[in-house]
């Protein structure tokens, strides 16, 4: 049997294929409400999404162009919901 390494989907934009990146290193989610992304604010998961990065950038991008790409969307997004009442 032949062993191969999944890659993940193509992504049209890497703003798009960094928030694939974050949801997948548990970084980011999705409020179940409304559909924003809030951080998880866990600095593990931050760390396994630059490693993501870091490891396995789309084609044609350097690994330090993903993992600024996956800092930049990190701290474009909130800890809350925007439409959410606050608690």
């Given at each position: 049997?032949?062993m191969?390494?999944?890659?993940?989907?193509?992504?049209?934009?890497?703003?798009?294929?960094?928030?694939?990146?974050?949801?997948?290193?548990?970084a980011?989610?999705?409020c179940?409400?409304?559909?924003?992304?809030?951080?998880?604010?866990?600095?593990?998961?931050?760390?396994?999404?630059?490693?993501?990065?870091?490891?396995?950038p789309?084609?044609?991008?350097?690994?330090?162009?993903?993992?600024?790409?996956?800092?930049?969307?990190?701290?474009s997004?909130?800890?809350?919901?925007?439409?959410?009442?606050?608690?």
């Amino acid at each position: 049997m032949l062993m191969t390494r999944e890659r993940r989907p193509e992504m049209r934009t890497l703003r798009g294929w960094a928030i694939h990146a974050l949801q997948e290193a548990g970084a980011i989610r999705e409020c179940e409400e409304h559909g924003w992304m809030k951080e998880r604010a866990d600095p593990h998961a931050r760390e396994r999404a630059l490693d993501i990065a870091r490891g396995d950038p789309p084609a044609g991008v350097t690994p330090d162009a993903a993992a600024a790409e996956v800092r930049d969307v990190l701290n474009s997004i909130g800890d809350t919901c925007p439409e959410c009442p606050p608690e």
